[in-house]
T-cell receptor, first 113, second 114 residues
Framework: GENVEQHPSTLSVQEGDSAVIKCTYS??????FPWYKQELGKRPQLIID???NVGEKKDQRIAVTLNKTAKHFSLHITETQPEDSAVYFC????????????WGAGTKLIIKP | EAQVTQNPRYLITVTGKKLTVTCSQN?????MSWYRQDPGLGLRQIYY???????DKGDVPEGYKVSRKEKRNFPLILESPSPNQTSLYFC?????????????FGPGTRLTVT
């Protein structure tokens, strides 16, 4: 079955710098890749997602890139701000997966002032 | 307001005492799911439901039961809780009966089994 690995587990960056979180997946048939953000004590919320028919998607300061050949996708956050501090989860799913998302273990992003 | 609600938010119980965590959504979503979240392990799916009376096991179903008698409700039942079920539990729902759409999470239920 599908397996999703997420790195790093913790990432500390200076405010204003960029942050990159990477996920690799094992099932080449996976075609949907969302990213969720979970602030401390709160519920996960979708921040961006990408489907396998595109290589990159942007939404203001966040972007996701997908490399289907290498089976990895990455979350890029530019000009980081204190409110970006959170745990970020990646996930992967395939169209015939019986509706299951397979989740990465999460990355704790710390923005240093 | 569109939302997913869970009750209770916090629960401390003893080993073997049956409990139910309720989940309700008001968005008319077909797909609902239960996750548990443990440090370093991320979100692991317990059970999911694609529609009324249709449920299936996720990755960690042992020790849990669910039912989907109505579209809006998806309770999680622990018949005989054990300490290894101490965790943070999230219910989620999604439109269109597929995981390929945004999942809306409830606020979470923190369960402690002593």
């Amino acid at each position: 079955g599908e397996n999703v690995e997420q790195h790093p587990s913790t990432l500390s960056v200076q405010e204003g710098d960029s942050a990159v979180i990477k996920c690799t997946y094992s099932d080449s048939a996976s075609n949907y890749f969302p990213w969720y953000k979970q602030e401390l004590g709160k519920r996960p919320q979708l921040i961006i997602d990408i489907r396998s028919n595109v290589g990159e998607k942007k939404d203001q300061r966040i972007a996701v890139t997908l490399n289907k050949t290498a089976k990895h996708f990455s979350l890029h956050i530019t000009e980081t701000q204190p409110e970006d501090s959170a745990v970020y989860f990646c996930a992967a799913s395939r169209w015939d997966s019986n509706y299951q998302l397979i989740w990465g273990a999460g990355t704790k992003l710390i923005i240093k002032p | 307001e569109a939302q997913v609600t869970q009750n209770p938010r916090y629960l401390i119980t003893v080993t073997g005492k049956k409990l139910t965590v309720t989940c309700s959504q008001n968005m008319n979503h077909e797909y609902m799911s239960w996750y548990r979240q443990d440090p370093g392990l991320g979100l692991r799916q317990i059970y999911y439901s694609m529609n009324v009376e249709v449920t299936d096991k996720g990755d960690v179903p042992e020790g849990y039961k669910v039912s989907r008698k109505e579209k809006r409700n998806f309770p999680l039942i622990l018949e005989s809780p054990s300490p290894n079920q101490t965790s943070l539990y999230f219910c989620a729902s999604s439109d269109a009966g597929t995981a390929h759409y945004e999942q809306y999470f409830g606020p979470g239920t923190r369960l402690t089994v002593t």
